[in-house]
């Protein structure tokens, strides 16, 4: 095992459901220095939990107990035990190389690290033209709407500190989940900087992700949050200081 670069302690949530071919690629990028390693599984009907008990002695398994990948991410955070928080997807999109630039970005001083493919470095070897366009949309209406500066809105590569997951009160099942966090990070008054990253393509079978529906979803969330707006106080900061929205990859 490498010797750990930071001295917080890291743990990456990895909701999976059916994806026993994709991980042996998945944990082969995660870097050696990480504390733990919290595999939710979605009741997978193949050799999901096998696969990863046999590449990560010590990895940690809970089984979900809804259905969604937001509830999956939920519990995942609830059972983790390190100062950071990170979470990748198990389809082999996220590279877990890229780990390091997002603690990085955490230990100089954000409270949220956020994954971005179109900051400068970053970028998408699978998302459509259509999933695109529906995406900067969304991001656009998310700026207007909290005054943040987001390139991303709708990427799944994030990483936070851990005594922050109570300001952001997660509470939804689905695929909405990266922009409730990203919205509630900003209500919250947390600083946040932008982590260039390099999206995948899947490696095998196909995405539970269905784009009308999902992004419907998505605006929703988006509208409510609006509405509820209930940052916690000790957390409020000045509107200039709530976010670091940086292009630059953060130094590894």
């Known amino acids: 095992m490498n010797s750990a670069p ?43 939990v096998a696969v990863a008990k046999a590449l990560r002695p010590g990895l940690r398994v809970i089984t979900q107990t809804r259905r969604g990948k937001g509830n999956a991410l939920t519990e995942g955070f609830a059972a983790a035990t390190g100062d950071i928080i ?9 590279d877990g190389r890229e780990i390091a630039s997002f603690v990085t970005a955490l230990v100089e001083g954000a409270d949220f690290a956020k994954g971005s493919r179109y900051a400068p470095g970053g970028g998408s070897d699978d998302i459509s033209p259509t999933r695109s366009l529906g995406n900067r949309a969304l991001t656009l209406i998310t700026n207007r709407l909290y ?47 932008e982590v ?26 988006i509208l409510r949050e609006r ?13 200039s200081a709530r976010q670091e929205a940086r292009q630059e990859p953060a130094a590894a």
């Open 196 to 221: 260039p990253s390099h999206e995948r393509s899947r490696i095998h079978g196909v995405s539970n992700l269905h784009a009308v529906r999902d992004g419907l979803r998505v605006l929703r969330t």
């Open 227 to 239: 509405v509820r707006r209930t940052a916690p106080a000790h957390l409020t900061a000045h509107p």
């Open 86 to 94: 990170v979470m990748i997807d198990a389809d082999g999109s996220t």
């Open 147 to 193: 005054g943040t500066r987001y390139t991303d809105l709708c990427y799944g590569y994030n990483a936070f500190w851990a005594r922050h997951l109570d300001a952001l009160g997660l509470d939804c099942d689905g695929f909405e989940i990266e922009t409730l966090m990203n919205v509630r990070a900003a209500q919250a008054g947390l600083v946040i900087r």
């Open 6 to 48: 930071f001295t917080a302690s890291v743990s990456v949530v990895v909701p999976a459901m059916n994806e026993a071919a994709n991980l042996p690629h998945v944990f082969a990028t995660l870097p050696g220095w990480i504390d733990e390693v919290i595999l939710v599984d979605g009741n997978s009907t193949d050799d999901t």
